[in-house]
């Protein structure tokens, strides 16, 4: 049974930074897509970021709102991939959610219907 179990959300100040971990069970991100998602009070689920592999190697695309301020990584050998979030903003608070699907091979998925696996999620909340 695959599992995802998110670690590492809190509050934090504006400017700051957190670093969010998804340890996965059963499932192989080495070769499997794997995504962030985020979700605000009052809002639909919002894509962030995804490792996504292709013939050429994993590639990762991230949501304009959160570029060149988010980083994506994985460790093979511990079967986790981490958010390091930087120059975080007050509107980057919300539940993060990491999830992950074996039908999104060579093709990048950034909808939440996309995806069959997720966490439990963590809160994140930035204050200004």
């Known amino acids: 049974q695959v599992q995802l179990v998110e670690s590492g959300g809190g509050l934090e100040q504006t400017g700051g930074s957190l670093r969010l971990s998804c340890a996965a069970s059963?499932?192989?991100?080495?070769?499997?897509?794997m995504a962030w998602f985020r979700q605000a009070p009052g809002k639909e689920r919002e894509f962030v970021t995804v490792?996504?592999?292709?013939?050429?190697?994993?590639?990762?695309t991230y949501a304009d709102s959160v570029k060149g301020r988010f980083t994506l990584s994985r460790d093979n050998a511990k079967n986790t991939v981490y958010l390091q979030m930087n120059s975080l903003k007050p509107e980057d608070t919300a539940v993060y959610y990491c999830?992950?699907?074996?039908?999104?091979?060579?093709?990048?998925?950034?909808?939440?219907?996309?995806?069959?696996?997720w966490g439990q999620g963590t809160q994140v909340t930035v204050s200004s």
């Open positions: 999830a992950g699907s074996s039908l999104c091979r060579r093709r990048t998925c950034t909808k939440p219907d996309e995806y069959t696996y």
């Open positions: 059963e499932y192989t991100f080495s070769s499997n897509a």
């Open positions: 490792l996504t592999w292709y013939w050429s190697g994993a590639t990762t």
